[in-house]
């Protein structure tokens, strides 16, 4: 079992891809992103046919198994019923060949099946010698949370696990790369550094920057559309969280200058155990460590929350 961690933006799904890509075995590639919080067995299976479905060197495996109909380029998953197959018997037939069953962004199978996943997961790494599970992560405490490798009520506790933590560019290779990409297009290396300054090494943010300032954008405007992403990907935030960031956006360091800032904006005392609930959390999904922001865009980002 791998875990490939590393902070939103940072490049894990790319890593992943061209790993697998350059391995040249057999792989499923499970999308999570797609699973709503509190999914059902359909959604699962709907994410996991999609995944079959894609790796052609395994349908005559699969049209073996109960349970499942390969029909034309689509593999079907009976998820219900007599002839449902269950994620361990999956796993036990995909055995025949040397497979990595890639789950990308993981952490979002918490919820009301993560037991049966983790129980299925459990189950390979006892059984399944052909099976290796790559896993990555963005909310890193949250996976290791869903994985439990540490909990002794979790079936995959005390389980072997490699971790691989991707780390972001320097400013050298984040320049090498903008340079290369604005060469590539045919655009001028102006704006490059100002690039670099604003993005902090992270690939998914350059990236992100840098299309849209070849396509005519400004510096600012650039700036201004990623705050607005991420202001997106923070409103499923409860309030007591957005509270926690903004103080911390505002530059409060420490749990007592945060404490003090959440109550002057809610002109109200706050319980210290739901006050540490928001921070570990918050530290949990890879957006805060130490009172500081892992990506300058969300610091920029909370103060307009």
């Known amino acids: 079992m791998i875990l490939l961690t590393g902070i939103r933006r940072i490049g894990k799904t790319s890593v992943l891809q061209v790993t697998l890509n350059e391995w040249g075995g057999v792989s499923v590639v499970m999308d999570c992103r797609k699973l709503k919080e ?11 046919s999609d995944a079959l479905s894609k790796a052609e060197k395994l349908r005559d495996v699969l049209a073996k198994v109960r349970g499942i109909s390969v029909v034309g380029n689509y593999v079907e998953l009976k998820w219900g019923g007599e002839r449902y197959v269950s994620l361990a018997d999956l796993f036990d037939h995909l055995n025949e060949r040397k497979v990595v069953v890639a789950i990308d962004e993981a952490q979002k199978l918490r919820g009301p099946l993560s037991s049966e996943v983790k129980d299925a997961i459990a189950h390979a790494y006892d059984y399944d010698r052909n099976i290796t ?25 005390g389980r072997h696990y490699v971790e691989i933590e991707l780390s972001r560019f320097t400013r050298e290779k984040s320049g090498e790369m903008l340079r290369k990409g604005f060469s590539e297009v045919g655009a001028k290396e102006e704006g490059v550094e100002e690039l670099v300054e604003a993005f902090d090494g992270i690939p998914g943010w350059l990236i992100f920057a840098g299309l849209r300032y070849v396509q005519g954008k400004s510096i600012d405007e650039v700036k201004d559309l990623a705050l607005r992403l991420a202001l997106n990907e923070m409103k499923g935030l409860t309030k007591r969280e957005k509270e926690v960031l903004k103080c911390i956006g505002k530059g409060r360091k420490g749990w007592k200058s945060v404490k003090e800032c959440v109550e002057e904006m809610e002109k109200s005392t706050v319980s210290t155990s739901v006050l540490d609930r ?22 920029e980002a909370s103060k307009m929350l």
Do not use: C, H, Q
Not at 38 to 48: F, M, P, Q, T
Not at 133 to 141: A, K, P
């Open 133 to 157: 599970f790559l896993l990555t992560g963005s909310e890193v405490g949250l996976l290791r949370d869903f994985l439990g490798v540490d909990d002794e009520g979790s079936p995959l506790f």
């Open 38 to 48: 509190n999914y059902g067995r359909k959604d699962l299976y709907s994410i996991l």
């Open 278 to 299: 928001a921070l570990r959390n918050l530290e949990k999904m890879s957006l805060m460590s130490d009172y500081s922001f892992l990506d300058p865009i969300y610091g």
